[in-house]
């Protein structure tokens, strides 16, 4: 019954093989690893907050934290 949270993440990069991010602007997780890792500064997490990503697609780092 008790099911994994492990794919509890419904966002569509997780579905597709080749993803145009690395990571999951939902849940952080990699969805396509085969992608260069971005060196990102402040200025770029700083738009993805303004477009309201919990997490940034290039390196993963959580920038809302959800209570
Ligand atoms: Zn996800
Ligand atoms: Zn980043």
Known sequence: MARP?????ENMNHRRR??????CPQCGGVVNATLRQTQCDGAKHAVAVRQHRAFCVDCGTQLINSR
Not at 5 to 9: A, H
Not at 18 to 23: C, L, M
């Open 5 to 9: 949270p492990l794919n509890s993440c």
């Open 18 to 23: 080749d993803a145009p991010v690395s990571h």
